[in-house]
């Protein structure tokens, strides 16, 4: 079974504002251009632009042609970084490690990631907020849709953008369970804590626009100096 | 200085709302027809409706009138409310105890809430989850926007929907706080766990329609069998 024509233009769409090259505002060819440039109907063009509205990445407005509207993570990149200061203040956390390797998939990380993986791509990652190791951060991903990313390490700090850029793979969602826990004895070697120091443990799983699960990310939080802020109504 | 008159009708019609009396959905009397029945002009209807709508309780549709829009406590309760079983299923928390008192304001207290109440009305609970005492919180009112609210104890196991029905405060927003701590002394005995047990502390600012801070709660999450769940977007 090949791919609905309509959504190729869907995909070619998505990699274009991923890459920049479409940036938030900006105008789309008309659908005739459209379908001329892709070697599709104009039918094809406007199901995919319906398509591309309904997830919220464009917008057409009546006579004026159609925009991209989609916030990427590059554009709001905050969004999904909830971790603050006491004062609200943002501190980015730095790198202080990072290990890339390919591992068999737990059943959960199978159940839960895009395509169902039976391997995994893990990135571990340390990093310090003020100086201070405070974030101990494990990502899985599913390794058909990251090709050759072991090859790019050191990866960039904000993970999402580097997925944007070098994958098209736009995250729009994050859904997050947090409790509090005891530092595990791994958590608390390489952050430098006592073993059983009360941290927050965030399960996140982040959905892109084509609703695939595309990272899980496990990570400890030190809060001893930070707070999680998140508005909800 | 007295209040403004189209405020008097802005707070006739929440009122309306709060109460149930004009529920999401239900269309509002014209602009002649509110004049005439609040004892204002016309154009004074009318300042307060577009008010109304810049804050999102109602939407004006061109040639169909006005109709209620906003999503109060009573009808959307569970944004507010993001603790989960590990699988996934709501645990609404039983009360276990409440004391209800008026204390002296700390500066925080005083800074954070609307009025800048010297005095407050401290509502204490604790409640359990699956017959497990799970929860410890300190809400803080400012007693001018909750007059008897002493007298009125027991209170309702949802605080949002006794403001909205009682004092016509509706809560359309939640700005929180988390982190991750050990227990400390009084709330591990009012929770019987050990002094030190990893907790979650959630400091919450409830904010209404009106953009005043109407509620801070402290709480102290046990998070052993729960986890709080987050969606970002």
């Keep these: 079974?090949?791919?609905?024509?309509?959504?190729?233009v869907i995909d070619t769409i998505i990699s274009r504002i991923a890459s920049g090259e479409l940036p938030s505002g900006a105008l789309l060819p008309s659908e005739t251009q459209l379908g001329s440039d892709l070697g599709v109907s104009q039918g094809t063009a406007r199901k995919a632009?319906?398509?591309?509205?309904?997830?919220?990445?464009?917008?057409?407005?009546?006579?004026?042609?159609?925009f991209v509207t989609l916030r990427t993570p590059e554009t709001s990149l905050f969004n999904f970084f909830r971790l603050r200061s006491r004062d609200g203040t943002l501190?980015?956390?730095?790198?202080?490690?990072?290990?890339?390797?390919?591992?068999?998939?737990?059943?959960?990380?199978?159940?839960?990631?895009?395509?169902?993986?039976?391997?995994?791509?893990?990135?571990?990652?340390?990093r310090s907020v003020g100086?201070?190791?405070?974030?101990?951060?494990?990502?899985?991903?599913?390794?058909?849709?990251?090709?050759?990313?072991?090859?790019?390490?050191?990866?960039?700090?904000?993970?999402?953008?580097?997925?944007?850029?070098?994958?098209?793979?736009?995250?729009?969602?994050?859904d997050e369970r947090l409790r509090a826990v005891g530092a595990p004895p791994d958590v608390a070697e390489a952050l430098k804590v006592a073993p059983g120091t009360p941290m927050m443990r965030m399960r996140r799983e982040a959905v892109d626009v084509l609703d695939r699960v595309v990272e899980l990310r496990t990570c400890h939080l030190l809060t001893e100096e930070m707070d999680y802020f998140v508005s909800l109504s």
């Design 49 to 66: 632009l319906i398509e591309l509205e309904k997830r919220g990445l464009v917008q057409r407005a009546q006579g004026r042609g159609t």
């Design 131 to 174: 100086g201070r190791r405070a974030t101990h951060e494990l990502s899985c991903l599913p390794p058909a849709l990251y090709p050759g990313i072991i090859d790019r390490v050191p990866l960039t700090n904000a993970l999402y953008v580097l997925y944007q850029r070098a994958y098209s793979i736009i995250i729009v969602r994050a």
């Design 91 to 126: 501190n980015v956390p730095q790198l202080v490690s990072e290990t890339v390797t390919r591992r068999p998939a737990t059943e959960d990380e199978t159940a839960t990631l895009y395509g169902r993986p039976k391997e995994i791509i893990q990135i571990h990652r340390v």
């Design 1 to 8: 079974m090949g791919t609905p024509l309509y959504q190729t």
